[in-house]
């Protein structure tokens, strides 16, 4: 009901796999905090160094038109998903709590779509972007 917007998180983390659950912090005078809050879902969408540019654009850099770049499709709850992200989790909102200028929106993973191709984890680190490679197993014994 009230669009689709999106925005770079910098603070999202998993709760919980049983429910699978996530948190994801946003600044309360950001609009995608009242979108997402009037929606109740949200979109995580784990991003690859391929996507810089998106992220930019996302987080309010450089080019305003968000969803005309990348591909995007939907999955149970209608939020925008990244075709090509890495893993994208399709949430309910659960719950909302305000803590200082921030909230905490719960979300319950309700669908999640996962790349096949190889590649490293977008971060936001030290203001800058770096590639986060997945660990290499430690061999047991």
């Excluded at 803590?99 to 669908?111: D, L, N, Q, T």
């Amino acid at each position: 009901p009230e669009g689709r917007h999106g925005m770079t998180a910098s603070a999202v983390c998993s709760i919980t796999d049983s429910p699978p659950t996530l948190l994801v912090c946003v600044n309360q005078k950001n609009r995608s905090h009242d979108v997402f809050n009037g929606n109740g879902n949200l979109c995580v969408n784990v991003l690859a160094e391929q996507h810089i540019a998106l992220a930019d654009t996302f987080a309010g850099r450089g080019d305003t038109t968000r969803f005309e770049s990348g591909t995007w499709t939907t999955l149970a709850t209608g939020a925008p998903v990244l075709a090509d992200a890495m893993v994208a989790f399709d949430c309910r909102i659960i719950e909302r709590r305000a803590i200082g200028s921030h909230s905490v929106f719960y979300a319950r993973v309700v669908g999640m779509l996962k790349s096949e191709q190889a590649a490293e984890t977008l971060i936001w680190f030290d203001r800058r972007y770096h590639s986060l490679k997945a660990a290499t197993p430690v061999p047991q014994g």
